[in-house]
Structures are given as structure tokens and as C-alpha cells.
Nanobody, 127 residues
Framework: QVRLVESGGGVVQAGGSLKLSCALSGPQLSRLGTGWFRQAPGKERECVAAMSRAGGTENGVKSEKGRFTISRDNDKKTVYLQMNNLEPEDTAVYLC????????????????????WGQGTQVTVFA
């Protein structure tokens, strides 16, 4: 059974950093496009960063100034999200997503392109 399990969330003061992890059970990570999304109460789900199966990356709407960086370790079958200089507005549930693509298409920041989701991990940033 293919599963995504996020970890690394927590409570951090503004200006701090967190590194989220997303462990994949199932197919090889190099065959999947992946993405990190977040959803705050009352707001729409939005992409933070995405990566294609080939390793190309795309920043989401909130990745300005290079605060968020997606990476992966194919051997560990884990995708990471490094988050720096966090702001209270970054408070949300962060979710990992994956999609299988036959062709080497670019990374996607569209949530509807993904068919596999983790349960999410809570990130809370206080001022």
C-alpha cells in the first residue's frame, strides 16, 4: 500500500526554522512528482513548493525570498521541506502530496494534479 507520512511539524517562534519530512512507502520516489501544500483554517489549500520526478523544482505562492526549499533523498524515499524565517502567517497544516507521471513533466503546484496525500503535520508560528 502506497502511503505518505509527514513529520517535523511543531511550534516555533517567528524568525525560526523547521524542516519537514515526508516518508514514502511504495514505489521509488524518482518515479513520482511531489509537492508540499498547506492549509490554514478557513483558507484554501495552497502549494508551497513542488518537485518533478526528474528533480526540477517550482516554488509555490508563499516561497518568495527563498524561505521554503523542497528537496528529496531517493535512497531514503523521503521528501523534505526546509522552512526558514517563519512568520505567524505560515501557521497551517502542511501536507505532502505525490503523483505518478508517465512522462517527465514539470513540477506542478496544482493540488488537483496529485492523487496521493499524507495526513499532514501542524506548524504553528507565534510572534
Amino acid at each position: 500500500q502506497v502511503r505518505l507520512v509527514e513529520s517535523g511539524g511543531g511550534v516555533v517562534q517567528a524568525g525560526g526554522s523547521l524542516k519537514l519530512s515526508c516518508a514514502l512507502s511504495g514505489p521509488q520516489l524518482s518515479r513520482l512528482g511531489t509537492g508540499w501544500f498547506r492549509q490554514a483554517p478557513g483558507k484554501e489549500r495552497e502549494c508551497v513548493a513542488a518537485m518533478s520526478r526528474a528533480g526540477g523544482t517550482e516554488n509555490g505562492v508563499k516561497s518568495e525570498k527563498g524561505r521554503f526549499t523542497i528537496s528529496r533523498d531517493n535512497d531514503k524515499k523521503t521528501v523534505y521541506l526546509q522552512m526558514n524565517n517563519l512568520e505567524p502567517e505560515d501557521t497551517a497544516v502542511y501536507l505532502c502530496a505525490a503523483r505518478s507521471t508517465i512522462l517527465p513533466v514539470p513540477a506542478s503546484t496544482d493540488a488537483s494534479d496529485y492523487n496521493l496525500w499524507g495526513q499532514g503535520t501542524q506548524v504553528t508560528v507565534f510572534a
